[in-house]
């Protein structure tokens, strides 16, 4: 079974503070994404990437950074925290290839902002 | 832009009767990749549904959908709604046209959220 694992599970963030959600994955996939999940808009793409040390927007990147340390792990950075950004985030990850496609995820990090 | 749309935002049924979750799409690309994920309470969401060819019926624990690419649709359906299918239901599409630096990005809809009661 495919495993990412995101932490904390849930955090209060103050406003203007910053925010670091980690992602872990054992999946050995290349690819490891975060989405934003709002009530009327769905699963929106934040960042993701394809490689280590190598991050590429998605949809909605602004006032968000991403990190990727290793194939393991993608960070997910709030710098300035808003109250905008409260929502349920989650990580995941894919292999390669059109044989490949299914995107396995995390169980999500609960982030208020107040 | 691509886009997917899900015109439900909530369904309500009654145990035993048929479910359909509708689902269209917009791409240029000519060969997207369809699929359904599901969600359900305080869970991460999981694939369910996925197709790529035209016209073939696909189906997994119950659920079946048809990628009909004139109509750009891939509704969701089910013969009888069960308690335990109460859930957030996903259509996404992905194109895979950059499959090589962006991997499987996956557009979604909004979300149908089906609600069965007994």
């Known amino acids: 079974e495919a495993a990412v694992t995101q932490s904390p599970r849930s955090k209060v963030a103050v406003t203007g503070g910053k925010v670091t959600l980690s992602c872990h994955q054992t999946?050995?996939?290349?690819?490891m994404y975060w989405y934003r999940q709002d009530t009327g808009h769905g699963l929106r793409l934040i960042h993701y990437?394809?490689?280590?040390?190598?991050?590429e927007k998605g949809d909605i990147p602004d006032g968000y950074k991403a990190s990727r340390p290793s194939q393991e792990n993608f960070s997910l950075i709030l710098e300035l925290a808003s109250l905008s950004q409260t929502a349920v985030y989650f990580c995941?990850?894919?292999?390669?290839?059109?044989?490949?496609?299914?995107?396995?995820f995390g169980k999500g990090t609960r982030l208020t902002v107040v | 832009g691509d886009s997917v749309t899900q015109t439900e935002g909530l369904v309500t049924l009654t145990e035993g009767l048929p479910v359909m979750l509708n689902c269209t799409y917009q791409?240029?690309?000519?060969?997207?990749?369809l699929f359904w994920y599901v969600q359900h309470l305080n869970e991460s969401p999981r694939l369910l549904l996925k197709?790529?060819?035209?016209?073939k019926r696909t189906e997994h624990q119950g659920f079946h959908a048809t990628l009909h690419k004139s109509s750009s649709s891939f509704h969701l359906q089910k013969s009888s709604a069960q308690l335990s299918d109460s859930a957030l239901y996903y259509c996404?599409?992905?194109?895979?046209?950059?499959?090589?630096?962006?991997?499987?990005?996956?557009?979604f809809g909004i979300g149908t959220l089906l609600s069965v009661k007994p």
């Open positions: 197709s790529f060819t035209d016209n």
């Open positions: 996404a599409l992905s194109d895979l046209r950059n499959y090589g630096s962006s991997g499987n990005k996956l557009i």
């Open positions: 995941a990850s894919s292999g390669v290839g059109a044989g490949n496609t299914e995107v396995f």
């Open positions: 791409t240029i690309y000519s060969n997207p990749f």
């Open positions: 990437s394809y490689v280590a040390d190598s991050t």
């Open positions: 999946n050995n996939h290349d690819y």
